[in-house]
């Protein structure tokens, strides 16, 4: 090996390993080094990095892979933070090396591995080297290393396209891209779990932006599946980063929108007799997509001061949750409600009724019914439109239903308490309603007093009112 290299190449990297005297040895020896800060930077000093890059031009593949690989690991660590590194390897032509590597090593996922590791280390913090990387490998060499289908090349890619993402509107643009979203809908593919830099990927694409529409139908395969695992996958990377983020991000409306007609669709050719037992994700691809869409639904409705609800209401377009009030979220969830069964506390008390309904469906996933109250209950918060639409519909009854355990359907209670709460809040039509149905026995809901809420006689007009316990 070491007499097939030209003596301008091989010397550099001997005389820098020592005593080193054979070209594995010395590899080994600057693999070593180059841990280290101080190790890097003095192999900076000698001009190690292009002699390296060299190898990588001069060792063919696969004859050479061990040697090759070897090399790669050096570049790795050599681009680690040293900036002299980082720009020595686009100086020296080191993107399009790599590149024309990775092709010949394709089907090679731990070649692939390697180079990639190379890449993601030069792209830190520096425009100009995260351009000459994307200029060599977007699109195509991209869309072929993330059709490896290997975690192990999926990781680092999503790393060197989320730090060029970054760090370059004009990068950005290009991956929301037709060409750009093909190659994030591969990464998902590959993926079975939230990995890293695919979330931060997911995150900026479908969370802060509205790739998601068009990054979801790219995971559309078969013409006789409603839906794919792929995307049941992506809505719960959406669903867990939405939450997290719950202060930090909102969903842009194109995008809630979207999923609120998934969530419609699914609705309208689910069969609730098919219900499953365990909580999301369950496995069954049509119930994950309807349950996370939920899910988003809830975190897209959430919180907002007052100070946010009213510019909400002062811009003619309207805010998320005005827009999809406006599709008849209300009306939807409500009708979901009534077709369910009853939570397991009333459902036990009535039992022994002759008169119970046989044709009420159990929920698809457990917390279907808990998510479909958090739902509305966050759209009630401050919003006398939702107050009054759910009394219209007789909905206050089907609430105050809600405020009790349900064994399929933890933390019902406590969300039917709020719930209730953000439909008295301010209402007076409400509280008269629900005071009447408290009097009578029909509603009653002792749970009232514990968000500070009383049934007294109004001495001036002899009716019930709710009044103020605390």
């Known amino acids: 090996m070491e007499a097939s290299l030209p003596e301008e190449v091989l010397q550099p990297l001997l005389n820098a390993s020592d005593s080193s005297s054979s070209l594995e ?111 060599r490998f977007f699109p195509e060499r991209f869309l072929g290393i993330a059709k490896i289908r290997r975690r192990e090349t999926t990781d680092p890619l999503c790393m060197v396209l989320y730090t060029c993402f970054d760090g370059s509107s004009e990068i950005a643009s290009e991956l929301c891209s037709n060409e750009g979203l093909s190659i994030i809908a591969e990464t998902v593919r590959t993926s079975s779990s939230e990995d890293y830099w695919l979330k931060l990927l997911v995150s900026r694409l479908c969370v802060e932006g509205d790739c998601l529409p068009e990054l979801f139908s790219k995971l559309y395969k078969f013409e006789d599946e409603t839906f794919t695992l792929e995307q049941a996958f992506l809505l719960r990377m959406v669903s867990d980063i939405a939450n997290e ?52 639904i809830r975190d897209a409705c959430a919180g907002g001061s007052l100070e946010e609800l009213k510019n909400a209401e002062k811009d003619s377009g309207g805010d998320t949750v005005e827009l999809m009030l406006s599709s008849g979220l209300i009306e939807l969830l409500l009708d979901l409600l009534r077709k369910l069964e009853p939570p397991t506390t009333i459902k036990k008390a009535l039992s022994q009724s002759p008169t119970s309904s046989s044709s009420s469906k159990p929920c698809p996933y457990r917390g279907f019914r808990r998510d479909i109250v958090s739902v509305i209950g966050n759209c009630a918060y401050r919003r006398r439109k939702v107050q009054d639409e759910i009394r219209e519909r007789d909905g206050l009854f089907l609430m105050l239903q809600q405020c009790v355990t349900d064994d399929d359907n933890p933390f019902l209670r406590e969300w039917g308490l709020w719930c209730v709460r953000n439909l008295l809040e301010g209402n007076q039509e409400n509280q008269e309603v629900v005071a009447e149905l408290e009097l009578q026995g029909s509603g009653d809901v002792p749970q009232l007093r514990e968000i500070g809420l009383k049934v007294e006689i109004d001495p001036k007009t002899n009716r019930p009112k709710l009044v103020n316990d605390t």
């Open 25 to 135: 040895d010395c590899l080994q020896f600057l693999l070593e080094t180059s841990r280290t800060d101080s190790g890097r930077s003095d192999l900076a000093s000698k001009a190690i990095l292009p002699c390296i890059l060299r190898l990588l031009q001069l060792l063919p593949y696969p004859s050479s892979r061990h040697y090759l690989n070897f090399s790669l690991k050096v570049l790795r660590n050599l681009c680690a933070g040293e900036i002299s590194n980082q720009n020595a390897f686009v100086d020296h032509n080191g993107s399009a090396l790599v590149s024309d590597l990775l092709v010949s090593a394709i089907e090679d996922f731990e070649t692939v591995r390697f180079g990639l590791q190379v890449l993601a280390n030069v792209v830190v913090f520096g425009e100009k080297r995260q351009r000459d990387v994307w200029f």
């Open 245 to 296: 983020r719950i202060k930090e991000v909102s969903i842009p409306k194109d995008a809630t929108c979207f999923i609120l007609g998934l969530f419609k669709q699914v609705v309208g050719v689910f069969d609730f007799v098919l219900g499953e037992r365990s909580e999301l994700p369950t496995g069954s691809t049509i119930i994950d997509v309807m349950g996370y869409s939920l899910v988003i």
